[in-house]
């Protein structure tokens, strides 16, 4: 398995606890970068002013520390583009009852 898929499947064990739906499924995972130095993941919150916003990047970034310990991984939070229902995969819109 590619570092992007390890990645990938330790973030479904992150959710918003507001919306009981891991990050990915809601499609708040932009991008995944391997870089010669470090592992970086690029994501966003459903909002910007989000209060959850601390718990929900520490348990991505004690996610990601479980699944690589010997490297380094940097968490980027964004917020362009910004965040919309249409990013999420069909298990959450399914999940959230938007289907």
Same mark, same amino acid.
């Given at each position: 398995?590619?570092?992007?898929?390890?990645?990938?499947?330790? @973030?479904?064990?992150?959710?918003?606890?507001?919306?009981?739906?891991?990050?990915?499924?809601? &499609?708040?995972?932009?991008?995944?970068?391997?870089?010669? /130095?470090?592992?970086?993941?690029?994501?966003? $919150?459903?909002?910007?002013?989000?209060? @959850?916003?601390?718990?929900?990047?520490?348990?991505?970034?004690?996610? @990601?520390?479980?699944?690589? *310990?010997?490297?380094?991984?940097?968490? =980027? $939070?964004?917020? =362009? *583009?910004?965040?919309?229902?249409?990013?999420?995969? /069909?298990?959450?819109?399914?999940? @959230? &009852? $938007?289907?």
């Amino acid at each position: 398995m590619d570092i992007a898929a390890t990645i990938r499947e330790r @973030l479904r064990t992150v959710y918003d606890p507001e919306l009981g739906v891991n990050v990915v499924d809601l &499609g708040l995972v932009y991008d995944i970068r391997e870089e010669p /130095d470090r592992v970086r993941v690029i994501m966003t $919150l459903t909002t910007p002013g989000c209060p @959850l916003h601390d718990a929900i990047v520490g348990a991505a970034r004690r996610a @990601l520390w479980q699944a690589l *310990p010997d490297r380094p991984v940097d968490v =980027e $939070l964004v917020w =362009e *583009p910004r965040w919309t229902p249409d990013r999420m995969s /069909d298990a959450a819109k399914e999940q @959230l &009852g $938007l289907w």
